[in-house]
């Protein structure tokens, strides 16, 4: 059974810095790519970042440059750096197999606000 548990949110001022973190079971986490997702109050899911095996990594031109996705294949576990952050990246942040489709856990959430 595939298992995904974020953590690592909060609440941050503007400008501010948090690093989200997804530990994984159930799978072989090191033969699949992985994804963060957020949804905002009133939006739906976004697609922010997936890391591709062979240490490949896409990202939402919303987060280019302020987010980034690493992960440790040794310990099944996915990292959100993120920085810089803005009011407008308050979210439910949830890690997910695969892309936006793939299963996903339980989310964390991030407020950003002074």
């Known amino acids: 059974e595939v298992q995904l548990q974020a953590s690592g949110g909060g609440l941050v001022q503007p400008g501010g810095s948090l690093r989200l973190s997804c530990a994984a079971s159930g799978f072989a986490f090191s033969k699949f790519a992985m994804s963060w997702l957020r949804q905002a109050p009133g939006k739906g899911l976004e697609l922010l970042t997936t890391s591709y095996t062979g240490d490949i990594a896409t990202y939402a031109d919303s987060v280019k440059g302020r987010f980034t996705i690493s992960r440790d294949d040794a310990k099944n576990t996915l990292y959100l750096q993120m920085n810089s952050l803005k009011s407008e990246d308050t979210a439910v942040y949830y890690c997910?197999?695969?892309?936006?489709?793939?299963?996903r856990g339980q989310g964390t959430l991030v407020t950003v606000s002074s």
């Open positions: 997910a197999k695969g892309g936006p489709n793939g299963p």
